[in-house]
């Protein structure tokens, strides 16, 4: 079914990346709680935000990564992002990272396992189980997910395990960008001779947590080969992976459709919704599902 804007939907995807500002205008400020701008690195003075449903305990727990090509971005422009979160039960974790050029490559992905392990941590403080923490990013922070997903060496610098991880969520990410040829990622990403590194899709070995890829199949910014190649790498290593190409999606509205004037339009959140309960459920030693490859999200219409 065809994807159906309104005259609001596109104003927002104009107002910048995301239309965050508009976003979260519009985001409700009621049924949950915030514990903004919490330290979780005291040395490089890296701060997240807790977005917590009332009066919950042993709930499931999302760290989501922004978007903006590495080198832009805040989570205060994400609130939309917690309060969907936490409108599904969720502890919604918000964490901003270093970004180029203050760093490159893998520094702000250091940054990421820093935000998870404190999440680890100390989330049972705000309601949060570090028995079921999951990793969420869009473009360049769903590059971040992967990356702390799929390779072991991020977390165990951070001090912790990537067996912490119950699951990762990637929207419309980069997993497979090589060549790359823009100047300003070369130096993201520099020395050429490091560039393989920053593929996720080259450490598939089907030892990753259940992962689930969603990507818009109109994405005008990553295309949507990087989702269908690192699906398949990670099915043929024999890893845990689900899929979601939704026609007519943009790479803009797939984070925005989570938003509370917007996420009434597609599957987005529940998606997200269904794959953290389902393995937030799952006992540690369940046997995985057979990978679903390719399947089909169909966007609802406009109520």
Same mark, same amino acid.
């Given at each position: 079914m065809r994807l159906l804007l309104t005259g609001l939907t596109a104003l927002m995807l104009l107002a910048g990346?995301?239309?965050?500002?508009?976003?979260?205008a519009?985001?409700?400020?009621?049924?949950?709680?915030?514990?903004?701008?919490?330290?979780?690195d005291q040395g490089k003075n890296l701060r997240l935000d807790i977005y917590s449903p009332r009066q919950v305990q042993n709930a499931p727990v999302v760290v989501f990564f922004f978007g903006g090509r590495w080198s832009e971005g805040r989570k205060e422009d994400y609130k939309f992002v917690g309060e969907a979160l936490a409108s599904r039960g969720f502890i919604g974790?918000?964490?901003?990272?270093r970004l180029y050029p203050q760093v490159r490559f893998p520094e702000f992905v250091d940054d990421g396992?820093?935000?998870?392990?404190?999440?680890?941590?100390?989330?049972?403080?705000?309601g949060g189980s570090p028995d079921k923490v999951f990793v969420m990013g869009h473009s360049s922070g769903a590059h971040i997910a992967a990356m702390?997903?799929?390779?072991?060496?991020?977390?165990?610098?951070?001090?912790?395990?990537?067996?912490?991880?119950?699951?990762?969520?990637?929207?419309?990410?980069?997993? &497979?960008?090589? %060549? $790359?040829?823009?100047?300003?990622?070369? /130096?993201?990403?520099?020395p050429p001779e490091k560039f393989e590194q920053s593929q996720p899709i080259l450490y598939a070995e089907g &030892?990753?947590? %259940? $992962?689930?890829?969603?990507?818009?199949? /109109?994405?005008?910014?990553?295309?949507?080969?990087?989702?269908r190649n690192f699906a398949a790498a990670i099915k043929k290593a024999g890893g845990a992976i689900e899929t979601v190409i939704y026609p007519k999606m943009s790479h803009?509205?797939?984070?925005?459709?989570?938003?509370?004037?917007?996420?009434?339009?597609?599957?987005v959140l529940n998606h997200v919704s269904e794959f953290v309960n389902r393995w937030a459920a799952a006992p540690r030693t369940a046997d995985r599902p057979p990978s679903q490859d390719g399947v089909q999200g169909i966007p609802m219409p406009l109520e």
């Open positions: 990346c995301t239309g965050s500002g508009t976003l979260n519009l985001t409700p400020t009621s049924g949950y709680d915030v514990a903004a701008n919490v330290l979780y974790v918000v964490a901003d990272y396992a820093r935000a998870v392990a404190w999440t680890h941590n100390n989330i049972s403080t705000y702390l997903a799929i390779k072991d060496e991020f977390m165990v610098r951070a001090g912790g395990s990537r067996a912490w991880l119950r699951g990762m969520i990637g929207l419309a990410g980069p997993y &497979d960008f090589m %060549p $790359i040829t823009d100047p300003t990622l070369r /130096d993201v990403f520099a &030892d990753n947590p %259940p $992962i689930l890829l969603m990507h818009g199949e /109109d994405d005008e910014i990553v295309w949507v080969k990087n989702t803009r509205l797939i984070i925005a459709s989570l938003s509370k004037p917007l996420r009434g339009q597609t599957d």
